[in-house]
């Protein structure tokens, strides 16, 4: 099947290796994603205006006559292209995906798995954005932990998995971003497994030796795609 793909300016500079691994899972699957001709950001990190939506709504335009179903893998872009599909009326029908939300149980129980993640140790952890608000987050908030469970992983990190990190005030205030993240950080166990190139940057710079990781890492480590997590 084909998606239309809007990488956002994270995974097109910091998180090119979500990026990466991303368009490597959908083509293992047998998905194409299409690049959005063009793209321009979305305006991510200053969350609120309705400027937002208008950057959004023009990534949508350029679209044309590419797939009506839009992939997003970053949350805020993903958030803000929902708001704008929801907010401007197109002539075309558009759906915004966040890949989680093409990750069920049949999907997993289609993979050729290398390796099972038995006797290990993860906190699933969606950040701000994937889980809220109600009109914009994923349909599954338990996505993760599924995934993982199905793997024979075990999971940790309950009370957690939708606190704020901080990220967002990394670059104007990185103390604030510290104590969140080291407060996430001591109150969970295990390896920290994210989709968010924000929490990503902010959970990996305060972590010490614990490990960091995109969900996508895991996936691909268990078709066997990577030897190591």
Not at 19 to 40: A, C, M, Y
Not at 179 to 200: A, D, N, R, T, Y
Request: hydrophobic residues 40%; charged residues 30%.
């Amino acid at each position: 099947m084909d998606y239309s793909y809007y990488p956002g300016c994270s995974l097109k500079g910091s998180a090119s290796s979500l990026d990466r691994d991303v368009r490597k899972i959908f083509n293992l699957l047998g998905h194409n994603l299409l690049e959005i001709p063009d793209w321009n950001c979305c305006g991510a990190l200053e969350y609120g205006g309705k400027e937002l939506t208008n950057l959004s709504r023009e990534n949508i335009r350029k679209i044309e006559d590419g797939p009506c179903e839009i992939i997003a893998p970053c949350p805020a872009c993903y958030k803000n292209l929902k708001d704008a599909n929801k907010d401007f009326n197109f002539k075309t029908n558009f759906t915004v995906l966040h890949p989680l939300e093409l990750f069920d149980k049949e999907l997993l129980a289609s993979l050729k798995v290398k390796h099972d993640l038995k006797g290990m140790l993860f906190t699933p952890y969606y950040g701000c954005v994937l889980l809220r608000p109600e009109e914009t987050a994923i349909k599954n908030k338990y996505i993760m932990e599924e995934i993982i469970t199905f793997f024979s992983g075990e999971i940790d990190g309950e009370k957690v998995r939708d606190k704020c990190c901080g990220a967002s005030r990394l670059f104007a205030s990185k103390m604030v971003t510290e104590k969140l993240s080291k407060l996430l950080l001591e109150q969970s166990k295990g390896i920290i497994v994210v989709f968010c190139p924000m929490c990503h940057m902010a959970m990996k710079m305060f972590s010490k030796k614990r490990k960091v990781i995109y969900l996508t890492d895991l996936l691909l480590y268990v078709m066997g795609e990577k030897k190591f997590l």
